[in-house]
């Protein structure tokens, strides 16, 4: 079974950095879209960035200009940077990946485990 280990997540002030990681458990045969999606407690969650296999990203409007998604397929990893924190942007961050585990094998979505970010004002 595959699984999608995410680190670096964290407690840091507002304003500072953090560098979350999302990879694949074991050997794949290809990886498709990946994203970060982010749940704050009572709230719905919602995708925070995304990139196709291509490299091409799409980003919620709230953290344009200071989140980067980027992805080393040979690792079959995906990085969020996270610049210019805020207070809003507390919550658990969860890595998304479509993952096909062998050729013949159909494309299944997958799910990390979380990872909490909290920005401290």
């Known amino acids: 079974q595959v699984q999608l280990v995410e680190s670096g997540g964290g407690l840091v002030q507002a304003g500072g950095s953090l560098r979350l990681s999302c990879a694949a458990s074991r050997s794949i045969f290809s990886i498709n879209a990946m994203g970060w999606y982010r749940q704050a407690p009572g709230k719905q969650r919602e995708l925070v960035a995304s990139?196709?296999?291509?490299?091409?990203?799409n980003y919620a409007d709230s953290v344009k200009g200071r989140f980067t998604i980027s992805r080393d397929n040979a690792k079959n990893t995906v990085y969020l940077q996270m610049n210019s924190l805020k207070p809003e942007d507390t919550a658990v961050y969860y890595c998304n990946a479509g993952i096909r585990t062998a050729i013949l094998a159909p494309m299944n979505e997958y799910w990390g485990q979380g990872t909490q970010v909290t920005v401290s004002s």
């Open positions: 990139i196709t296999r291509g490299g091409s990203t």
